[in-house]
């Protein structure tokens, strides 16, 4: 069948990417990757739990994440390129339906209590698969949190686990981004069996404890304190290390959460306690450089540097009413919250975020639709704001109380949002309706998913962790099983047939099409439960000693964990300093 020809296209093409990354990631750079000092890094690593299937943040995934291993994972997303971690390689694609692993029979578990160095079995393969499928505790209980279960497992017929070594998934139906869903999630890890469970118990949930993190992975954590430092040591027994496909690595891994001020951040950087510095600011970035020629810049579009507004179109009395919602949806000066959070440095965001070149709506069409005619100047952003006032009005938007409009962000957010964003949003309409509220960033997560939040969270949404943005886009928007981040429960046919439509084709620039359309009804829903805003440029800094990989337009946090090492012998190395 023509389908299952373009499946088969597909697998081999990935195949091919998979072979290329692999044979070039086990090439050491011209200097020679080594084995010694220490990789330092600053992150806020907020979260909830270390229990990776039930965790949604990706300070989370990128720290905790390097203990791990998923079976297959991105080594390069720019060429979309995907190699085995606990599988040997990329699963034998024998139809549009079923794979064929093999997993690896060299993978140890960290050599720590309850693990001690054993090795993996296919048992541990098992668990994890049947644990993230059903989405239920060891006791039986169903949990909402396992977030992965619809959105990865939920596809699976079955599972034939044929020897030690190799196991058959089965799926419903084609799944045309199965591979990639599963390469891209660093949620999606290989599990001890006994800490997942222990982890169950409320006790351990949140409580950060550096014993109930035990992987395969490159890194064994002894210290994670998320308030303050967390540290590991390099794993010596890990099986891309002793088969060489990563020659050399750094003693120690240290983050250090040093909070969000940019003055601190670039002091610690500057002395060389961090080895890295990404910030919002160009003008703090362009100072670095000045006072240190020596460092290396790098800028590149990232999707998960945005500002939305998820509101909640069902509870609220505001956002139910059509006329109300696009009302919103227009006021927000986009051109305004690019110059103000992002220094200018940012485009407009569709439904997908711009860098996903292809099946993001294109820049030009964009700035000619409803909302977005600000980046055309003055006269485009009074005419939506003529069309904003007269949707207000309409639906009687001063009539509600003032607590509609109470928007959420979190306390790590920069606080100055609280007076300019209301201000934008009450001067468009012509009141003094809109205001901000902040919440600890732990309590948000819940506070969405058990629907506690009658307006909606203003601040950064990412989870775009593949090449091919579908999934992510679908979790936010369908009403199915697959939008476990669609907190608020919107829901309109045009939009789950669009997004079943772009999942029924292997063809991509046919589902880049589907998806495009999805885009052009969102600028006529209000954004389908979402204000898309911008999205900004990562402006990357490290030192010459550093070498690891990326920065990439999605960069997975774990990909320290496939190279990360120290050129001691590089001059930029004198004065680099143990974190504070």
């Known amino acids: 069948a023509p389908a299952a020809a373009t499946a088969a296209a597909t697998a081999a093409a990935t195949k091919a990417a998979a072979t290329k990354a692999a044979a070039a990631a086990t090439e050491a750079p011209a200097a020679g990757a080594v084995d010694g ?25 990128y720290s905790v994440g390097n203990a791990y291993n998923n079976l297959i994972k991105f080594t390069d997303v720019e060429s979309f390129a995907i190699a085995g971690e606990i599988a040997t390689g990329l699963p034998e694609q024998v139809d549009e339906l079923t794979y064929n692993f093999t997993i690896r029979d060299d993978v140890k578990w960290h050599n720590k209590a309850p693990a001690n160095g054993r090795a993996l079995t296919m048992d541990d393969v098992k668990w994890n698969i049947d644990r993230q499928t059903a989405g239920e505790l060891a006791s039986g209980e169903s949990a909402p949190n396992f977030y992965r279960s619809g ?23 084609p799944a045309v981004t199965w591979l990639s869903d599963m390469a891209a999630e660093e949620f999606n ?29 490159a890194w064994v954590f002894d210290a994670f304190d998320p308030n303050t430092q967390a540290h590991a040591s390099r794993n010596d027994e890990y099986h891309l290390r002793k088969d060489g496909t990563i020659p050399g690595m750094a003693d120690d891994y240290y983050i250090t959460n040093i909070g969000n001020d940019p003055n601190a951040l670039r002091l610690a950087f500057e002395q060389k306690q ?20 020596d460092v290396i810049r790098q800028d590149i579009g990232n999707p998960n540097n945005n500002l939305e507004f ?45 860098p996903f070149k292809g099946w993001s709506l294109p820049q030009q069409e964009l700035i000619e639709a409803p909302g977005y005619k600000c980046f055309q100047g003055q006269a485009g952003r009074d ?12 639906g009687g938007g001063e009539d509600l109380p003032d607590e509609t409009y109470a928007m959420i962000i979190v306390d790590l957010a920069d606080q100055s949002i609280k007076e300019w964003f209301p201000a934008m949003m009450n001067g468009a309409l012509n009141s003094e309706k809109w205001s901000i509220d902040a919440i ?9 998913v058990t629907g506690q939040n009658p307006v909606g969270y203003l601040g950064g949404w990412d989870q775009w962790v593949s090449p091919d943005p579908r999934t992510r886009y679908a979790s936010v928007y369908s009403s199915s099983s697959r939008g476990f981040l669609n907190f608020y429960g919107y829901h309109t046919d045009e939009m789950e047939s669009h997004i079943t439509n772009m999942f029924g084709t292997f063809d991509t620039e046919e589902a880049q099409q589907i998806m495009q359309e999805a885009q052009r009804f969102q600028l006529t829903d209000a954004g389908s439960g979402h204000v898309q805003m911008v999205g900004g440029v990562s402006m990357d800094l490290h030192h010459p000693y ?17 190279e990360c090492w120290i050129d001691q012998t590089d001059p930029s190395f004198a004065g680099k300093s143990m974190p504070a």
């Open 189 to 217: 890890a290989v599990m001890y069996p006994e800490v997942a469970v222990a982890l169950e118990d409320e006790a351990n949930f949140g409580a950060f404890n550096p014993d109930h993190i035990v992987g395969t992975g």
């Open 383 to 394: 005419e939506d704001i003529a069309e904003a006032r007269k949707l207000w009005e309409a």
């Open 37 to 61: 000092s220490f990789y330092s890094q600053q992150s806020t690593m907020s979260g909830t739990t270390v229990d990776l299937h039930r965790e949604l943040y990706r300070g989370i995934a």
């Open 151 to 173: 959105q990865i497992y939920s596809s699976i017929d079955t599972v034939d686990y044929v020897d030690d070594t190799h196991f058959t998934v089965k799926m419903k139906n």
């Open 546 to 562: 550093l070498h690891r990989r990326g920065p990439q337009f999605i960069q997975l946090g774990t990909l320290i964990s496939q």
């Open 310 to 354: 998820a509101y909640n179109p069902v509870v609220n009395a505001a956002f139910a009413i059509p006329s109300l919602a696009q009302a919103m949806f227009l006021a927000v000066d986009r051109s305004h919250v690019s110059n103000t959070v992002f220094q200018g440095l940012a485009k407009p965001n569709p439904g997908v975020n711009w």
């Open 274 to 293: 961090i080895d890295e510095l990404a910030l919002r600011q160009k003008d703090i970035i362009e100072a670095v450089q000045e006072a240190n020629p």
């Open 440 to 448: 600890p960033v732990s309590t948000l997560l819940d506070y969405n």
